[in-house]
């Protein structure tokens, strides 16, 4: 183990922990399919030869989206390239918690736990393989709070951490509009913590935490942000229990079995359910007791901090909803939440307490936080995101479209609207076909237009329709149940384009 000037030694676990879980991320990145969300991204704001990267839209998350471009026109367009800029937000956000967790606690297997909830939660590590602007926001909200916590603990220069906190916040806002409440409470708060130094000037804490967060946002999103139209906040829940519900189901989603035998898997999945309610619990009883001893308690500013932040961001998203039916957070728009509650249990458990129920409560949090941890690590996928899973197969799918194009002159299809992106995009990627892009899509069962020699169908809504027009099953997964249909006669048809 080596060690940094401060003493503080580092792992060779948390650092070989860290890299794995990237190479997991980048592995993901270049095997999945691209989906619906990624695939209207890249055709709106990289495809486009017109500048459209400072549109005004919900589905604009403007960083991400001038990065894609960019590395698409230095690299050349594929999957890899068009989540590169996922994969940086991911480098930056494992390296921002690494140092955090550090920083929180000296005890290893905390240290660990930890980082692997942060990282490897099957709700948070979808986002950081997606092509949108998740990643890059949640590494830059952590950077911002790593860069207070480092402060805070070791010193240095309070204008210059101030400036970087307040740029951290600020490109966060840029790459998704969905943290902004949950960046500006948490740079609120972090600037009332680190005011309280006597020896800084307020107006020079005040203007390095303003300005330069201000100026890096004006020269991303200014335009944006100016032209912003209503109505463009059309996902969300009704209710926060509803936002609750979204994020645990998320985090508790499909225990993988090609990791976990038959009889493993069954424990994860029936006794899994237990393990955030449990946190919850010891949760709830570690913070009373420690405001029990508040007055002899040291080192609770991060907790506190956490729980204040996600308070904060809850109640003006419920204020929102309540004057101006703004919907509340629901599974990806609430990501900071999970940031925010793994925080808050991750310091509190690291607070020492010196009575029998503060050992009790720290030994059962470090021991759900890792039972938590491997139930992450059971969870990982490789070929699909919980979200988008009925786009797991669009490469397999384009790959049959693209055989009957070039075999039998195939150039018109219609696909239901799932599909409709990742084909067009993937369309774009190759290059070599013929087929013609396709516009809309039926969004109802069973309604398809008349005519076409393929459809692209969702095989169990669309059966009734398949028989009804005699179509014969070309392709068909299982998993996602897409499938690819055609009429019998396209096969007896020769090749009709060059």
């Known amino acids: 183990m080596s060690t940094d000037p401060t003493g503080h030694k580092h792992s060779p676990l948390l650092i070989s922990t860290g890299a794995c879980a990237f190479l997991w991320i980048v592995a993901r990145a270049c095997v999945q399919s691209l989906t619906i969300d990624e695939s209207d991204t890249f055709l709106a704001y990289v495809v486009r030869a017109n500048l459209s990267d400072w549109e005004a839209s919900s589905n604009n998350h403007v960083l991400n989206s001038l990065l894609m471009r960019l590395f698409v026109m230095v690299f050349g367009a594929s999957p890899f390239t068009i989540r590169?800029?996922?994969?940086?937000?991911?480098?930056?956000?494992?390296?921002?918690?690494y140092f955090l967790v550090r920083l929180i606690t000296p005890k290893l297997l905390l240290q660990w736990s930890l980082l692997v909830c942060l990282v490897a939660s099957p709700f948070v590590m979808d986002y950081l393989v997606a092509a949108r602007g998740y990643s890059l926001a949640l590494a830059f909200l952590t950077c911002a709070i790593t860069l207070a916590v480092r402060n805070k603990q070791r010193g240095g220069s309070l204008y210059r951490a101030a400036a970087l906190i307040s740029i951290s916040a600020a490109l966060s806002?840029?790459?998704n509009f969905s943290f902004a409440i949950a960046d500006v409470a948490t740079g609120l708060l972090i600037l009332i913590w680190l005011w309280r130094d006597a020896a800084a000037s307020r107006v020079k804490t005040l203007a390095a935490f303003v300005l330069p967060g201000l100026a890096v946002g004006y020269f991303f999103v200014g335009p944006t942000v100016l032209g912003w139209p209503?109505?463009?906040f059309t996902w969300g829940a009704q209710s926060l229990l509803d936002t609750g519900r979204s994020l645990l189901e998320a985090s508790l989603y499909d225990?993988?079995?090609?990791?976990?035998?038959?009889?493993?898997?069954?424990?994860?999945?029936?006794?899994?359910?237990?393990?955030?309610?449990?946190?919850?619990?010891?949760?709830?009883?570690?913070?009373?007791?420690?405001?029990?001893?508040?007055?002899?308690v040291r080192g609770g500013a991060l907790a506190l901090l956490a729980g204040a932040a996600l308070t904060i961001t809850l109640c003006c998203h419920q204020l929102l909803f309540w004057f101006y039916g703004i919907l509340l957070p629901l599974d990806r728009t609430g990501l900071y939440i999970a940031l925010f509650l793994f925080l808050m249990a991750g310091a509190a458990t690291a607070i020492p307490l010196d009575s029998l129920q503060g050992r009790i409560t720290a030994r059962a949090m470090?021991?759900?936080?890792?039972?938590?941890?491997?139930?992450?690590?059971?969870?990982?996928?490789?070929?699909?995101?919980?979200?988008?899973?009925?786009?797991?197969?669009?490469?397999?799918?384009?790959?049959?479209?693209?055989?009957?194009?070039?075999t039998y002159g195939l150039q018109d299809v219609s696909v239901n609207w799932r599909y409709v992106a990742a084909i067009n995009a993937y369309r774009e990627l190759s290059g070599h076909e013929t087929l013609h892009q396709i516009g809309g899509a039926p969004n109802k069962v069973n309604e398809y237009p008349a005519g076409y020699q393929a459809y692209v169908i969702f095989y169990p809504w669309d059966q009734g329709f398949?028989?009804?027009?005699?179509?014969?099953?070309v392709y068909h997964d299982k998993f996602t149940d897409a499938a690819v249909v055609i009429r019998p006669d396209l096969e007896a048809q020769p090749c009709t384009h060059p």
């Not at 059971?378 to 197969?393: I, N, P, Q």
Request: glycine content about 8%; aromatic content about 16%; some cysteine.
């Open 230 to 232: 209503k109505g463009q």
């Open 173 to 175: 806002v840029c790459a």
């Open 255 to 296: 225990p993988n079995p090609y990791l976990l035998n038959p009889r493993l898997r069954h424990y994860f999945v029936h006794f899994g359910t237990f393990l955030y309610p449990l946190l919850g619990a010891f949760l709830i009883w570690r913070a009373v007791l420690l405001y029990r001893a508040r007055a002899t």
């Open 84 to 97: 590169l800029p996922a994969l940086i937000g991911a480098a930056v956000y494992i390296t921002a918690v």
């Open 466 to 473: 398949m028989r009804r027009e005699g179509l014969k099953v």
């Open 366 to 406: 470090t021991g759900l936080l890792g039972l938590i941890a491997c139930y992450s690590i059971g969870c990982s996928r490789l070929t699909y995101f919980k979200e988008w899973k009925y786009d797991a197969d669009m490469k397999k799918v384009y790959s049959v479209l693209a055989y009957y194009n070039r």
